[in-house]
């Protein structure tokens, strides 16, 4: 068979001499384009209407730029320089220079179908201490980027925090202090004042789970019989009490940050966490095994989504904790159950496959075997449908108003051939696979509003540094050239028709 694509293959729309692409991957992708608009509808069940076809990037993997402006430090530009501490000495100094090149790179996400956006703001670009003296200059950069999005139709959703905490915050204690929690409110209070009036959604914090563990402890996950090492910045290693009072502070800087984004921001300004959901999935749909994964989700996100949705600790959390509890007040708990508008969860993998059991509490978990399939990433068991249980169990278990996918999406080991083509037919597969279960949680009712693909572009993938690609745009790192993959495709016509073609 030809290994050279049809126009229609390579799906990707018009600006693409924009992008810097070839002449004739350029021409290829203006008449697909058109062939596009004018092709009719593929049978697959749509999602609901307004449903957001939104793609995901973080500050630090992506903008280079570390002192432009009066930006200060942040833990990761301390901890990438720190030697041995990421693969290849990689660190996220230039990234994919989207500081300098943010409208080429809203160009491509519109190429791409995307009408949506969440990004991150870099909260030392904004208070280069963290705290204190505000840098109106690191903001304006964000005011030039949701300007241009808005300009495009592409939907912005900010996150507040992806893990880019201020160096002299850390310096105070990080999140080990409560100022911490008290800092973030104010940061949040300022951008809900100087960007509320362009943004209607933001996400608090990315991912509670993962900053809080892989970065002041460090986890170990044994993926099919192989140990699997995850460290994030500021990279410490706790004992329990003190991790679960970092997550305490977590929570509560959540809570209020959203407190300052109702008092400082826009009326209809929409707000929630970005948590990444540990997800217990029942291995048989009956209710008594249905029940059993709702009791176990809820015990697994007993740190973050749990207060957050519920206001209280669960019993059985603090009961094991023991004199590891974390120390809060009854105001703290008020503040953390700020009503919200939504929920957003990161879908990655399923946490756990359980069952129903007579035995407390209420369930068996059932181990993963070695076969289990993966994905690229050394973490990334293969199993699609959690983007079904994830929101369904999120739904039944709290009773969110409305749910985000904020991230899902895979690594693979793109190249670029010798046309100039990208080939990620594992991540296309991949994406009709997740977008399938997620399509069913929606047209059960399950109130899903949207799904961000991490990510829009290959970026640095923290300690795995640049060699690990989630990107449906891919980035020539020596260049910064942008080339949209066989996957860019794919969601182009999945955003066009609302439905996983
Ligand atoms: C994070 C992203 C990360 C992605 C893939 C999520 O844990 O929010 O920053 O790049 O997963 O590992």
């Given at each position: 068979?030809?290994?050279?694509?049809?126009?229609?293959?390579?799906?990707?729309?018009?600006?693409?001499?924009?992008?810097?692409?070839?002449?004739?991957?350029?021409?290829?992708?203006?008449?697909?384009?058109?062939?596009?608009?004018?092709?009719?509808?593929?049978?697959?069940?749509?999602?609901?209407?307004?449903?957001?076809?939104?793609?995901?990037?973080?500050?630090?993997?992506?903008?280079?730029?570390?002192?432009?402006?009066?930006?200060?430090?942040?833990?990761?530009?301390?901890?990438?320089?720190?030697?041995?501490?990421?693969?290849?000495?990689?660190?996220?100094?230039?990234?994919?220079?989207?500081?300098?090149?943010?409208?080429?790179?809203?160009?491509?996400?519109?190429?791409?179908?995307?009408?949506?956006?969440?990004?991150?703001?870099?909260?030392?670009?904004?208070?280069?201490?963290?705290?204190?003296?505000?840098?109106?200059?690191?903001?304006?950069?964000?005011?030039?980027?949701?300007?241009?999005?808005?300009?495009?139709?592409?939907?912005?959703?900010?996150?507040?925090?992806?893990?880019?905490?201020?160096?002299?915050?850390?310096?105070?204690?990080?999140?080990?202090?409560?100022?911490?929690?008290?800092?973030?409110?104010?940061?949040?209070?300022?951008?809900?004042?100087?960007?509320?009036?362009?943004?209607?959604?933001?996400?608090?914090?990315?991912?509670?789970?993962?900053?809080?563990?892989?970065?002041?402890?460090?986890?170990?996950?044994?993926?099919?019989?192989?140990?699997?090492?995850?460290?994030?910045?500021?990279?410490?290693?706790?004992?329990?009490?003190?991790?679960?009072?970092?997550?305490?502070?977590?929570?509560?800087?959540?809570?209020?940050?959203?407190?300052?984004?109702?008092?400082?921001?826009?009326?209809?300004?929409?707000?929630?966490?970005?948590e990444v959901l540990f997800a217990a999935v029942p291995l048989i749909d009956t209710p008594e095994t249905v029940k059993a994964a709702e009791t176990a989700t809820r015990e697994l996100n007993?740190?973050?989504l749990?207060?957050?949705?519920?206001?209280?600790?669960?019993?059985?959390?603090?009961?094991?904790?023991?004199?590891?509890?974390?120390?809060?007040?009854?105001?703290?708990?008020?503040?953390?159950?700020?009503?919200?508008?939504?929920v957003?969860v990161n879908i990655y993998v399923v946490k756990s496959y359980v069952v129903a059991?007579?035995?407390?509490?209420?369930y068996?978990q059932v181990?993963m075997?070695?076969?289990h399939?993966?994905?690229?990433?050394?973490?990334?068991t293969f199993a699609p449908e959690v983007l079904y249980w994830g929101p369904r169990l999120v739904n039944s278990i709290w009773q969110p108003?409305?749910i985000?996918i904020?991230?899902n999406?895979?690594?693979?080991?793109?190249?670029?051939?010798?046309?100039?083509?990208?080939?990620?037919?594992?991540?296309?597969?991949?994406?009709?696979n997740v977008m399938t279960q997620l399509q069913r949680a929606t047209a059960e009712g399950v109130p899903v509003?949207?799904n961000?693909?991490?990510?829009?572009?290959?970026?640095?993938?923290?300690?795995?540094?640049?060699?690990?690609?989630?990107?449906?745009?891919?980035?020539?790192?020596?260049?910064?050239?942008?080339?949209?993959?066989?996957?860019?495709?794919?969601?182009?016509?999945?955003?066009?028709?609302?439905?996983?073609?």
């Amino acid at each position: 068979m030809d290994t050279q694509f049809t126009r229609r293959e390579l799906g990707v729309a018009a600006g693409a001499t924009a992008l810097g692409m070839s002449a004739a991957s350029s021409r290829d992708i203006m008449q697909t384009a058109q062939a596009q608009t004018q092709a009719p509808r593929s049978t697959a069940p749509e999602f609901p209407k307004g449903f957001f076809w939104g793609v995901a990037t973080a500050s630090y993997q992506i903008e280079g730029a570390p002192d432009a402006d009066g930006k200060g430090k942040s833990i990761w530009d301390v901890y990438a320089h720190t030697p041995g501490k990421m693969k290849n000495g990689d660190t996220g100094d230039v990234a994919i220079d989207h500081y300098r090149r943010h409208k080429e790179d809203v160009a491509s996400m519109k190429d791409i179908g995307a009408n949506a956006y969440r990004f991150s703001i870099s909260w030392p670009r904004v208070f280069p201490d963290g705290a204190g003296q505000p840098n109106p200059n690191g903001l304006d950069f964000y005011k030039r980027l949701v300007d241009e999005l808005l300009a495009a139709g592409i939907e912005p959703f900010h996150t507040l925090y992806h893990w880019d905490l201020p160096q002299t915050l850390q310096e105070k204690g990080g999140w080990q202090s409560r100022d911490t929690a008290k800092a973030f409110g104010d940061y949040a209070s300022y951008v809900a004042k100087n960007l509320g009036d362009r943004v209607r959604h933001f996400f608090t914090l990315n991912e509670f789970q993962n900053f809080v563990d892989m970065g002041h402890r460090g986890v170990s996950l044994t993926v099919q019989g192989k140990p699997v090492n995850i460290e994030l910045a500021p990279g410490l290693k706790l004992e329990q009490g003190a991790l679960n009072q970092v997550a305490h502070h977590a929570v509560l800087a959540h809570g209020l940050g959203v407190q300052a984004i109702r008092a400082s921001g826009n009326k209809g300004t929409k707000v929630g966490p970005a948590e990444v959901l540990f997800a217990a999935v029942p291995l048989i749909d009956t209710p008594e095994t249905v029940k059993a994964a709702e009791t176990a989700t809820r015990e697994l996100n007993a740190r973050f989504l749990d207060p957050m949705l519920s206001g209280t600790y669960t019993d059985a959390y603090l009961k094991a904790a023991g004199a590891d509890a974390p120390k809060f007040t009854d105001e703290d708990m008020r503040a953390i159950a700020s009503p919200l508008d939504f929920v957003g969860v990161n879908i990655y993998v399923v946490k756990s496959y359980v069952v129903a059991s007579d035995q407390a509490p209420g369930y068996r978990q059932v181990p993963m075997s070695v076969s289990h399939p993966k994905m690229f990433s050394s973490w990334h068991t293969f199993a699609p449908e959690v983007l079904y249980w994830g929101p369904r169990l999120v739904n039944s278990i709290w009773q969110p108003k409305e749910i985000y996918i904020t991230e899902n999406g895979c690594a693979a080991a793109d190249t670029m051939s010798a046309e100039g083509r990208v080939d990620d037919a594992d991540r296309v597969m991949y994406l009709r696979n997740v977008m399938t279960q997620l399509q069913r949680a929606t047209a059960e009712g399950v109130p899903v509003k949207g799904n961000f693909v991490w990510s829009a572009f290959d970026n640095l993938e923290w300690t795995d540094g640049y060699g690990t690609r989630f990107g449906m745009i891919y980035v020539d790192f020596q260049t910064q050239q942008r080339t949209p993959k066989l996957s860019a495709a794919w969601f182009r016509e999945a955003a066009r028709q609302n439905a996983v073609v």
